[in-house]
């Protein structure tokens, strides 16, 4: 199972919300559950399907069709393996003549040359892979296949040759956090568009290897370090599960004398770090939302309801929009309008998603304003 979205960088997403924290921006669509691999930090325990309640395709063109009513924001097919739906392709052109953004999460191992000219047909944009070790003995223990390193190296190749973008992902855990530099030199050989790092939340699987967590600590020295490699790379750079790096960014910034605008810092100048509920939203196999894959709240079924009313009326979203409702020192920090916390981290540590990010060593300098 691939978690990570893929990010289309152009001009910002903007949706037809009602300008209060509800602007959709990207959803991430779990279109099926099946997978080829088995890895170690996978939220959902992917494997091999068939899995049950899948969205068929009629329901998948017709969750398009009320996606496009509220606004165009970027559609992140993703799984499971969402190469191993077979109308794949026939969702994602769907998708593209409506206008959305559709990019495609897959894991890299299943594509072919042909594979690939037919997701640059369909009107897929970028696609994302992901590498988690500098060295394939790694990545292949993370992903838990043999030889998937390989494939998903040459799949990436494929996918270059067919002259689509793609990025590197990679989830960041105390056992590769010393390899991060090499992979980032790894995604600049291979050309890629961009490197977005994932700090785990452990979901899933991930709960099993919670003990390999990076610290407070060395959370916010990655973070730190991240923020470095901005001007010593070509790769768009993006946190993602890290809310603390948009905290981290502004401080910075403003230690260095720096304006931060689209102009100078791209999407990280007009989003936020935790977008769960706000800009973002992910809908399961069989229908299900949810503020973000790793958050296992339900906010509606759109086999019972349609997206645009989830959308804009669940009680979950609405509360997560309302940044003055975050608990602890989330809700009394200056940058909780910048960074939120991590609302997935929140509820698995503590049943409840306002509380308090439990990885953050930051002590709020003053009160929030209200």
């Known amino acids: 199972m691939n978690p990570h979205p893929p990010m289309y960088q152009g001009s910002p997403p903007h949706g037809r919300g009602s300008g209060k924290n509800d602007t959709l921006r990207l959803v991430a669509w779990e279109t099926t559950r099946n997978c080829n691999l088995s890895c170690v930090h996978c939220r959902a325990a992917a494997t091999k399907g068939p899995y049950d309640g899948e969205l068929d395709t009629d329901q998948s063109f017709a969750l398009l069709d009320q996606i496009a009513e509220v606004g165009r924001p970027i559609i992140i097919l993703t799984g499971g393996e969402p190469l191993l739906r077979a109308?794949?392709?026939?969702?994602?052109?769907?998708?593209?003549?409506?206008?959305?953004?559709?990019?495609?999460?897959?894991?890299g191992t299943l594509i072919t040359p042909q594979i690939a000219e037919k997701m640059a047909a369909s009107g897929i944009r970028r696609i994302s892979a992901s590498i988690d070790g500098a060295t394939k003995e790694f990545h292949d223990k993370f992903r838990g296949v043999d030889g998937a390193f390989d494939a998903a190296i040459r799949g990436i190749e494929y996918v270059k040759a067919a002259g689509i973008e793609f990025q590197i992902n990679t989830t960041i855990t105390k056992t590769n956090l010393d390899q991060i530099p090499k992979i980032l030199e790894l995604a600049?050989?291979?050309?890629?568009?961009?490197?977005?790092?994932?700090?785990?939340?452990?979901?899933g699987r991930g709960k099993y290897i919670v003990d390999q967590a990076i610290d407070a600590e060395s959370y916010e020295s990655t973070l730190n370090w991240f923020y470095d490699q901005r001007e010593k790379t070509s790769l768009q750079l993006k946190a993602?599960?890290?809310?603390?790096?948009?905290?981290?960014?502004?401080?910075?910034?403003?230690?260095?004398?720096?304006t931060i605008s689209f102009e100078s810092h791209g999407l990280?100048?007009?989003?936020?770090?935790?977008?769960?509920g706000t800009g973002f939203c992910f809908i399961s196999h069989t229908g299900i939302v949810q503020p973000c894959g790793y958050t296992d709240v339900k906010c509606g079924d759109i086999t019972r309801d349609t997206f645009g009313h989830v959308w804009r009326n669940s009680p979950v979203f609405l509360k997560l929009r309302d940044f003055k409702q975050l608990e602890g020192k989330c809700g009394r920090c200056e940058y909780r309008a910048v960074c939120g916390g991590c609302r997935?981290?929140?509820?698995?540590?503590?049943?409840?998603?306002?509380?308090?990010?439990?990885?953050?060593?930051?002590?709020?300098?003053?009160a929030a304003p209200c």
């Open 188 to 203: 600049e050989e291979l050309g890629a568009a961009a490197h977005h790092i994932f700090l785990l939340v452990p979901t």
């Open 344 to 366: 997935a981290r929140a509820y698995e540590a503590t049943g409840n998603y306002m509380a308090e990010e439990p990885l953050c060593a930051y002590q709020p300098e003053k």
């Open 268 to 276: 990280d100048a007009v989003t936020r770090g935790c977008l769960a």
């Open 240 to 258: 993602t599960c890290a809310p603390h790096y948009y905290r981290i960014l502004r401080q910075r910034a403003r230690d260095e004398g720096k």
């Open 87 to 107: 109308d794949i392709f026939d969702i994602a052109k769907y998708g593209d003549n409506l206008g959305l953004r559709m990019v495609m999460a897959p894991n």
